[in-house]
């Protein structure tokens, strides 16, 4: 009877675990929307909110060589910059890239640059200093010049890897957001709000490319002139398709052409070019998969085919 009990009692635990984890699997995606849209809200709220500060500052400083655009949201790095000269720019820029930002994040990365270095530089000489092997001077030279070399080129490498995973997410989507824009804007529904509109609904679906988007909306929505929104929006995200959008949406406006038709050529490129890639992707996959064949599966496969002959030779001799 006991044993009955401790069965049933033993069941009754499974299936509470089971419907505990299919309520897990079921709400966590949704908490997981939630939380991007709740970041996605955010980082557009608070680009509204120095978007407004600035015009406030301008309006109360009309004296005041800044001007309101998207640069102008770093403005504590222009001291920097006027230092550094192009070098505060681009590192501004590959920021902007990276998703990073903070005002701060190109200070702290090019302080990184400097510091990080010196570090991994002492954290070999303790290492050497405590080996109980003797070093000759080349090779602590050589040592030391590559904890140095890694120190300097680590933080690029940090940056150019998120670069290149943003591009990437962004090349895969957006030209499905350019035939959402080109519904809306063939509905009848303006520049502005289609933006908004396509980046609320690109939450879901890709974080990066909805925030871009909602920081170009509040841009658009905020600044006077909307070739600089279009082209800040351009150097943020830095991929082809991003300048292609703002040069047609510019060229556009200048020149009264349809934005309807823009896009849906825009679109028709964006599609190309991402076929072209997973072509070029596909192709490039023999020549890598030739040097694990030959290392791991070629030996395996001479081992099993000849293993037995082997043996059978061994066993007659």
Known sequence: MLDGETGDLVIILLSAAAAAGSFAAFALPLLNKSEKKERYQSIIEKR??????????????????????????????????????????????????????????????????????????????????????????????????????????????????????????????????LDMMLICVQGGIGLEQTVARIAEEMADHSETLAEELGILSAEMAMLNDRRAALQDFAKRVGSAGARSFATALIQAEQYGTSVSQAMRVMSEELRDMRMQAAEQKAASLPPKLTVPMIAFFLPVLFVVIIGPAVLRAMERM
């Open 48 to 177: 509204r909110r120095d978007l407004f500060a600035q015009a406030k500052e301008q309006v109360n400083n009309p004296a005041s060589p800044q001007t309101v655009s998207a640069r102008d949201s770093m403005a504590s790095l222009f001291k920097m910059q006027t230092l550094l000269g192009n070098m505060g720019d681009k590192v501004r820029v590959q920021m902007l890239q990276a998703g990073m930002r903070s005002p701060s994040a190109p200070v702290k990365f090019m302080i990184a640059r400097i510091v990080l270095p010196l570090v991994l530089m002492a954290f070999a000489m303790i290492i050497l200093s405590s080996s109980d092997k003797e070093v000759s001077s080349g090779m602590t030279l050589m040592i030391l010049g590559g904890a140095v070399l890694v120190g300097y080129k680590l933080p690029s490498l940090i940056v150019q890897n998120k670069i290149q995973k943003r591009s990437e997410e962004i090349a895969l989507t957006f030209p499905d957001a």
